[in-house]
Structures are given as C-alpha cells and as structure tokens.
C-alpha cells in the first residue's frame, strides 16, 4: 500500500510534465508548418511549374486597371468596416469582443491553452504553502430594502411610458424570496401554501393575482395572499396600506410575515406622508425582532430621519451601523467569502499583497451599503457645504471639518463609484430594481432615487461632491487588485447589474474597460483599406509603382531562401527528390 501510495505523485508528476510538454510544444508548431511549406514549395518548383505558374500570374496582375484595385480596396474597407460595427455593438452590449470570446472558447482549449488562476486563486500563508482564495465571479444580489410596490408604483410606470422596469431575472429573485419567506411554519403545507407557493412562481402578474384570489377562498385567513394582493393588485399605496393591514390581523405567529407586514405598513406610511409614525414603526419593529439585521431596516429609517430632518437622530443611527475597525497587533482579516471575514492569530499583513504593515485603519465591517457611506458623508459635508468654495480653500487650504468632509466622500466614492453621476445628475434615474448588488450601479440607482432630495435639500452638499469626488480615483491604487479603504472592488458587477436593470438603462461600469484589441485592428484595417483605396483612385500610377515594389521587397526574403538553399544543397539531391 505505501508503495503504491508513493508511486501515484510520481505517476501524476509525469502527466503533469507530458501536459506541459504538449502545451509548450504548440508554440512552435507554426514555425515548423512555416519551415515544411517552403521545403515543399521549393521542392515542387519544378515539378508543378511554379515559375511558369507565377509569371502567368504577373502578367494577369499587370493587366489589371487601377478600378481593380480601387473595387478591392474599398470591398476591404467596406467589409471591415462592418465587423467593426458589429465588433463595436456586441462590446456594448455585452462588454466583450466577440471575435476575442470566440477564440478563447473554442480555438484556445485546442491549442492546449490552460487559464491560469494560480496567482489569482491563492493566498500565501505564513509558512510559504498555497491557500485556496475564495472566487468571487458570483456577486451576492440583495434585496433593495427601499423596494416600490409593483402594482401602485412599477405597474404605473409600464402605464405611462409602455417600458418594463424589472428584469424577469429581478422577479425571479422575488419569486424565490417569496417562496422561502412565506412557506409557513408548518411542517405540511397546507393547500392554501402550496396554491400560493405556485402564485409566486407565475410569471404572468394576473395569474399571480388570481392564484392570490383562490387560495382566499380556500382559506379566509391566508395572510400571504393579501400580501400578494397588496403588492400586485393595488394600484394606490393607501389600497396597499388597507390590505397589508388586513394581512397583519390575520398574520398569527408567522414571524417572518410579521416582519415583512410590518415594514411594508411603515414603508406606506412614509409614501403617504405620516413620517414620524413611519419612523416610530421602524425603530418598534427593529427592538422587537433586533437579530433581523440583515433586512437592513435601518436604511429605511435612515431615510425617514432624512426626511424629518433629524440628523441627530441619524447620526446615531450611522454610530451603530458604520463602526470603523482598527486591526489588533497580531490580528489578521482574510476574506473568506464575499461579505463575510474570518480572524486569524497572525502578524499584521496588508489585505492586498500580504506584505506587513504598519498599523493602519481598514474597513471591513461588512455588509457596508452605499447609503450608508454616503448618509455620512452627507452629514459631514452639510456642516461645512454652505460656506465652502473652492477659490477659497485653494487660498487658505481645507479646514479640519472640511478635510472630514471630503475624506467622507472619497470613503462613499470609493465604495460606490456608481452614484455621484446620478446626484449630480450627469445621468439619468430610472426606477429602483427589487434587488441591489453592493457596490453596483443598481445600488447607486436605488439611494440616488430616495436620497438626492436630501442632497439637494442640503445647501452646497452637492457642490462640495462635485469638487472632490473625482480625487478618490487618485487615492485608490492601481491596478484594482488593491483597494483603500475597503476590499478591492469586484471585477463580476457589470454582469450582475445588466440582469438586474432594464435593457434601456446604460449600465454604469467602473472601471471603464479597455477597447478590445479586435476592435482596434479592425478600425484601423478600416481605415488603412479606405484611405489605399482613395489613393488607388486619385493616383492610380503611382500607387502601380508602390504596389509592385512593395510585393517585390516582400518576396525578397524568399528568394534569398530559395539561392541559399541551393548553393547549400548539391544539385544532383534536388534532382533525386523531384524524381520521387
């Protein structure tokens, strides 16, 4: 048994090598189809009256008129041309070359190309060994805890402008979080659950609400069905208000149709003016059920305090969620998963390349969210926004409040680059997703739809943001592998954010890809073939004379081959090889 055990890594040692060895050896397998070609061609020069062949060639090509070449050229042109459309549309739209994917798929696995997620995929530990590190090509989607109501406020939208603001990928989440949220406590469900459990499932909204409908006949205390009712059918929040308010009479002991009733009620609140209830409603039901954190209820209230203008009152809020942590002496913060950290006993290390630092404040009290940094920054700017102008700091320099401040938003910046362009209003709002991805241009939609009247409501806050936000991009180091403040930003947002907006929205993607190379070589193909073909045109002499001796110093190197290799070889070789 030892033996055999022992025997198996030299075994797969060999493989390894053989795998390599293949993979290696394909990089010069061009050069020896390269080298085997012209030993045939010279070889049958003869045989197949290549020469003969060649000079009939150039008689035909000098024959030609100067509209031969014009027609070619501009075919050329025309025809890169148009994959460069097609190049240019399909990185837009997907963010990739087509031709790039094409061959990274299916050309580069035949050619024994491997990925290499080595230096990717590893941490090093203290003791030199590889540590798997956590892939995070799946970004975690969140429900949007500011979410509209479909049938008051989405429904009405589709009405007036005749556009679908969710995505069926969007609704799909809901569906799936419908089902887990209102499945009962029951260990059986009962026929009324499992109509409704098929109600969330149906993509058609009328079927939806009729299944809502059964299922109340079926069972006149079926809580989860006027909450469906009350999220689709109503086409007023004061309708929704009077059945959420019905579903909560009826509700039981179900905690989790208690919660989510409940939140709804202080959300329609909210909408419809009663601000201080809606309030009282949310910090009531953040006492009752403290460990449902993960709803993120305090951003609603968070909100609502904007809305009062109590900013005492969110400032403590702020002190509870967005607490700074300093690492320990010994205390290392790995990341084990996408928004969770695990403590390890170790000696201080930078979180980027795992090189020791000095001590140092890292902020990873995670899940952090954009409103979050940016309620904070709000409030350090608007102490100082209505005084502030940039003349005058570049004359006196910042004071200590405004360093806080603009420290404050290179932080929200930094988390989610996505937002100053929608509270500046260099682009255009559309309505909020039901879910969010941290740090993605959906949660940048979603706090600048509910949070840019407080912005503006706040003299000068926005122009404090306009001068400095830019510089966060000057803090942060580069390549994006290292991050500031907070972990480095995730490379999987733009793909996540494009199922979750609609199609009409032009998704925000930081940072801004690179043009693909194929979409460079085909413009510049382009343009080299329109402007020959111009010159051909307007020149036709002269670009005659170009053309023929271009194509001669071209063939030049050939023909110094072909005169080496027979001075190499004896004549009476060659000769012997025609004749096989």
């Known amino acids: 048994m030892e033996d055999t055990a022992g025997s198996n890594p030299q075994s797969l040692g060999f493989t390894e090598k053989l795998k390599s060895w293949l993979s290696w050896s394909w990089t010069y397998v061009c050069f020896i189809w390269f080298g085997m070609v012209l030993i045939m061609i010279y070889v049958l020069w003869s045989p197949l009256k290549l020469q003969e062949t060649l000079t009939s060639a150039s008689v035909f090509l000098n024959t030609l008129t100067p509209k031969f070449y014009v027609a070619l050229t501009g ?61 995070v090509s799946e970004c975690k989607v969140w429900r949007n805890p500011l979410n509209l109501f479909r049938g008051a406020e989405y429904n009405r939208y589709t009405w007036v402008t005749g556009k679908e603001p969710l995505t069926y990928y969007d609704m799909n989440l809901s569906a799936q979080d419908h089902q887990t949220f209102f499945t009962g406590d029951t ?81 329609c609140a909210r909408k419809l003016g009663r601000i201080k209830e809606a309030v009282k409603m949310m910090r009531d039901l953040m006492k009752e059920f403290p460990l449902l ?18 900013y005492a009152d969110v400032q403590a809020v702020l002190a509870k969620y967005d607490g700074k942590t300093r690492p320990n002496k010994n205390v290392i913060f790995l990341k084990s998963s996408y928004y969770v950290w695990t403590e390890v006993s170790l000696e201080m290390y930078d979180l980027c390349d795992m090189n020791p630092i000095s001590s140092a404040i890292i902020d990873i009290s995670l899940p952090k969210s954009a409103t979050i940094c940016y309620t904070s920054a709000l409030l350090k700017a608007r102490a100082v926004s209505d005084k502030f102008s940039p003349e005058a700091a570049s004359r006196r320099g910042l004071s200590t409040a405004e360093i806080n401040a603009v420290e404050a938003i290179h932080r929200a910046v930094e988390f989610n680059p996505h937002v100053p362009k929608y509270l500046l209003e260099m682009k255009s709002l559309i309505l909020p997703p039901e879910h969010i991805l941290k740090r993605g241009d959906s949660e940048a939609v979603a706090y600048a739809f509910f949070h840019l009247q407080h912005w503006k409501r706040a003299e000068g806050a926005l122009n404090l943001l306009h001068c400095t936000w830019e510089g966060t991009f000057r803090i942060i180091p580069y390549p994006l592998e290292k991050g500031h403040l907070f972990y480095p930003y995730p490379g999987c947002t733009e793909t996540a954010d494009r199922e979750l907006l609609p199609s009409f929205h032009e998704v925000s993607v930081y940072p801004k890809k690179e043009l693909p190379f194929f979409i460079l070589f085909t413009a510049g193909l382009c343009s080299f073939t329109a402007m020959l073909a111009m010159l051909t045109h307007q020149f036709p002499e002269l670009m005659g004379v170009f053309a023929k001796a271009f194509f001669s110093t071209l063939f030049a190197p050939l023909g110094f081959f072909a005169d080496k290799m027979e001075s190499f070889m004896p004549s009476s070789f060659w000769h012997q090889l025609t004749r096989i």
């Open 75 to 135: 075919t050329s042109s025309l025809i890169s041309g148009l994959i460069l459309i097609f190049e240019w549309w399909y990185f837009r739209k997907y963010g990739t070359s087509f031709i790039e994917q094409v061959s990274v798929s299916h050309l580069r696995p035949l050619l024994g190309g491997v990925e290499s997620s080595s230096s990717t995929g590893l941490f090093t530990s203290v003791n030199g060994e590889a540590e798997p590190r956590p892939s």
């Open 187 to 267: 260990p059986q469900l009962r026929p009324e659950d499992a109509v409704m459990q098929k109600a969330w499932r149906e993509r058609n909204p009328q079927a939806r609400i009729r299944a809502a409908y059964q299922a109340i006949e079926m069972n006149h205390e079926c809580a989860a069905a006027y909450v469906l009712l009350a999220e689709e059918e109503a086409t007023t929040i004061t309708e929704a208000e009077r059945l959420f308010k019905k579903a909560l009479s009826i509700a039981g002991k179900d905690i989790n149709l208690l919660v989510y009733i409940k939140r709804r009620l202080a959300m």
């Open 293 to 310: 954190g993960m709803l993120n209820i305090h951003e609603n209230l968070l909100e609502a305090l904007l809305e009062l203008q109590a």
